[in-house]
């Protein structure tokens, strides 16, 4: 007996589980913020040099597009810390079954969404 199966995969009709996205938004979320961690600290220096260029990085806070920016930024750091701790849970084969890595994974996503909306309305 023969099956007929595939000779491609279509990855627009493949759906992700919960924690399938999680993981992916944790790599895409730890790319972006080694790539950016130098650029960071060069604004830091930057901003410490002087007066006249604390005033600048002050106004240029001022501009919401980017603040949205430094949101995203915050959002990917909360993001990959509780996924981060998450990953780390399960591998001392915490919450390894089924429901308990679906909730785990949910509770990544709600906690670093909040807090990314608490600190973010603090802040603006």
Do not use: C
């Amino acid at each position: 007996m023969e099956k007929k199966r595939p000779k491609h995969l279509d990855l627009m009709k493949i759906r992700l589980p919960l924690p399938g996205w999680v993981s992916i938004l944790h790599r895409i979320s730890g790319a972006v913020l080694f790539l950016l961690i130098p650029f960071l600290l060069w604004l830091l220096q930057a901003s410490l040099g002087s007066s006249e260029t604390y005033s600048g990085f002050k106004d240029a806070l001022a501009n919401p597009l980017v603040k949205f920016v430094l949101l995203g930024l915050l959002w990917a750091f909360l993001h990959h810390f509780f996924a981060g701790i998450r990953y780390l849970a399960l591998d001392l084969q915490l919450g390894v079954e089924l429901t308990p890595a679906r909730a785990s994974s949910t509770a990544v996503l709600i906690v670093s969404i909040m807090l990314t909306l608490l600190i973010g309305v603090w802040m603006w």
